[in-house]
C-alpha cells in the first residue's frame, strides 16, 4: 500500500511532484488554516504531513495520526508551530526549511526598515486620500541610516543577511544574542556584540532576527521599550509574540519610541487594533519569505525531507529538541 502524504494547505506543484514519487498525495481542499479538529481528522492514517506556521503540531496531533507517521515537515525555517519533543518523543522526524528564505527576508526587513524610517507607508496614505500638498524643505521629513546603528537580535543565517545589506547603506552593526558568532562573521560584519541591554539603549533601529522560544517570548516587553531611544524603530520579521504587541502599540500612541514596521503578530493573523490608528507604524502580512521562487523553495525543501525520510534515507534537515 501507498504511504499516505497529507499536505495542510495549497503548495506549488513542483513540491507535490517531489512527494508523488514516494506516496499517495492528499492536499487540504481548503483555503485556510484548519482547525485543530479538523487537521487531527485530515492526518489519520498519514505518514507525513507537511505543515505551515499555522498548524499546531503536538502531541495530539501525532496520535490521531496513527503510529505509522513517520514525519513531520514544516514548510518554515520556525518551528514554534512543532512543540518538538512530544513529536519526536514519539519516534516522529520533524524537519524545516533554513537556508532558503535568508534573502527573502533580508530584503523584506530593508524594505520595512526604509518605509518606518522615510515614511512611506505614510506618504502613500496621503496621496491616496487625495488631499493637497506641497513639497518643501520640511516636508515628511524621516530618519537617515548613513552613520546609525543597526541593532539585531539574533545573528543567525537571517541577522547576518539584513546586516550586510544594512553596511552597504552605511549602518554601523550591534547585536546580541545567546552567544557571540563567529570572529571572522563579526570581523567580515564589523559587529559589536553587546548585552541585550546595551543593545536597547544605543540602537537606532532594532531588528528581531530570534526564533521564538520560552526565553524569547515577550522580549521586547514595556521595559524593553522605555529602554530604547525616543527616536528608535523596531522591525519585527521572526514572530510576533517576541513582541508584546499591546505595550508597542502604547509606545507608539504615546511616541516613546520612533516607529515601528511589523511583519508578524502576536496572534495572526489578528492584528492589535490599536496599531491600525497609528501613523507611526508600518504592518505587512508575515510577507517575509513572500517571493515566487522562496515559497516554491520552501515547498520543494520540506517535500524532499518528507521524501527522504519515507524514503528510508537522512532528512535534509532535521529539528532536534
Ligand atoms: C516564516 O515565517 C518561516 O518561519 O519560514
Ligand atoms: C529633490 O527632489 C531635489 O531635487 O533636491
Redesign the pocket.
Known sequence: MDKRIVVSRVVPESALDVLREVGDVHVCPQDRPLTAPELREAVRGAHAIVTM?HDRVDAELVEAAGPQLEVVANV???YDNVDVPAVTGRGVTVTN?PGV?VDATADLTIGLLLMATRRLGEGERLLRSRRPWTFHLGFMLGAGLQGKTLGIVGLGDIGQAVARRARAFGMDIAYTGRRRVAADVEAELDARFLTKDELLRTADVVSLHCPLTEQTRHLIDEAALAAMKPTAFLINTSRGPVVDEGALAKALHEHRIGGAALDVFEREPEVEPALLDLDNVVVVP?L??ATTETRTA?AELAARNAAAVLSGREPLNPVRS
Open positions: 506556521l518554515a525555517v520556525g526549511t528564505l508575515h517575509g519569505s520552501m
